[in-house]
């Protein structure tokens, strides 16, 4: 199985700081792309989908570099409510469309 | 409003026993799919299905079976559960086969 390889942190950050994750993955097939957040023993929840041209929603940025098969998250101003897991999510065509995980990265942000 | 359900939210159960998880959502979604997550291996695909009667096996499917009758249901079954069957299940569903996946609130399950 293709895999999606992500540095599992964890990033410990002070409140308002900006932080940056990122994300490898090997399948060049792949054909979309997604930043999932997920709580502690929650469900994940989708944050943001990634485009090639790259995309911001508010504080988030989004990046997708598909030569170099690598996306990015970078969160500016960071809250305390920003603390979660972020997982790194590829949607594989030749494997049924099923969405390929990386195992997260944790994200701690501070008083 | 519409959204995924899943139940029970937690279970316990014994080696060898039959059990069935329940995935519903009302969004009228096509597709829909299994995952379980445990540590160190992040979220693994069971089984998914892209629409009524239609089943395909992930990743991870030995000991798991799937149905798809209606268009708002995708039960989860363990034949036969086993230990290494213990993990927390999501079930999610898509509008589109690449596009974003939403997820239900999972099911804890110990096979004791």
């Known amino acids: 199985r293709k895999e999606v390889e992500q540095d599992p942190g964890p990033f410990n950050v002070p409140e308002g700081a900006t932080v940056a994750f990122n994300c490898t993955y090997s399948n060049s097939a792949s054909q979309s792309f997604f930043w999932y957040r997920q709580d502690c023993r929650k469900e994940p929840k989708l944050l943001m989908s990634v485009y090639s041209s790259g995309n911001e929603d508010g504080r988030f940025t989004a990046q997708l570099n598909r030569a170099s098969q690598y996306i990015s998250l970078l969160i500016r101003d960071s809250k305390l409510s920003d603390s979660a897991t972020y997982l790194c999510v590829v949607n594989e065509r030749n494997s049924g469309y099923a969405l390929n995980f990386g195992k997260g990265t944790s994200l701690l942000v501070t008083p | 409003d519409a959204e995924i359900t899943q139940s029970p939210r937690h279970k316990i159960t014994e080696t060898g026993r039959q059990v069935t998880l329940a995935c519903h959502q009302t969004w009228n979604h096509n597709n829909m799919f299994w995952y379980r997550q445990d540590l160190g291996h992040g979220l693994r695909l069971i089984h998914y299905s892209y629409g009524v009667h239609d089943t395909n096996k992930g990743e991870v499917s030995d000991g798991y079976s799937v149905s798809r009758s209606n268009t708002e249901d995708l039960p989860l079954t363990l034949e036969s559960a086993a230990s290494s069957q213990t993990s927390v299940y999501f079930c999610?569903?898509?509008?589109?086969?690449?596009?974003?996946?939403?997820f239900g609130p999972g099911t804890r399950l110990t096979v004791t």
């Open positions: 999610a569903s898509s509008l589109d086969r690449a596009g974003e996946q939403y």
